[in-house]
């Protein structure tokens, strides 16, 4: 990976299957209870899935994978690489995948953030979304509870 790329070097884009080396290794540095890279596989070509990736001149630096179903849509993963977190990444590739929901006639948006991840929960209510619920015992390594988190379109 790229040694500090700045997020206005970096494109956002649909994931290809030769994205999927980068995406796991991202989500096994940044997640306790990392989804395997078999898991990304199936996203790639989905037709209900937005698979987008954020990518240097060298690799894939984050991604995300938002779920779409009618009016609803929702955020199941985003991770940035820890050499390029707090450059405004996260926001921008969260903020894509909200115009492509938008642009899929979704009017809603739901995800699932850990109860302690104060950064991303400050991220998500930048973005206009809003706790409505918690999920206990959620998450298993280590075993917590999520905040459910929704934001409307309209």
């Not at 890279?37 to 937005?50: E, H, I, N, P, Y």
């Not at 630096?61 to 940035?80: F, R, T």
């Not at 995948?97 to 950064?119: H, I, T, W």
Request: with cysteine; net charge neutral.
């Amino acid at each position: 990976m790229a040694a500090r790329a700045q997020s206005t070097d970096v494109t956002i884009r649909p994931a290809h299957e030769s994205d999927l080396d980068d995406v796991a290794a991202i989500e096994r540095t940044v997640f306790a209870d990392p989804w395997s890279r078999r898991s990304f596989t199936d996203l790639v070509d989905a037709r209900q899935v937005l698979f987008l990736v954020a990518s240097d001149t060298n690799a894939v630096v984050g991604y995300a994978v938002i779920l779409v179903s009618g009016v609803e849509s929702e955020l199941a993963n985003l991770a940035v690489s820890r050499i390029v977190q707090r450059q405004g990444l996260g926001r921008r590739l969260l903020g894509e995948g909200v115009d492509q929901a938008k642009a899929r006639g979704c009017e809603e948006m739901y995800l699932e953030v850990r109860a302690s991840n104060e950064a991303a929960i400050k991220l998500y209510e930048s973005a206009g979304f809003n706790a409505v619920g918690r999920r206990a015992r959620y998450y298993a390594r280590p075993i917590e509870d999520a905040i459910v988190m929704r934001a409307v379109f309209k």
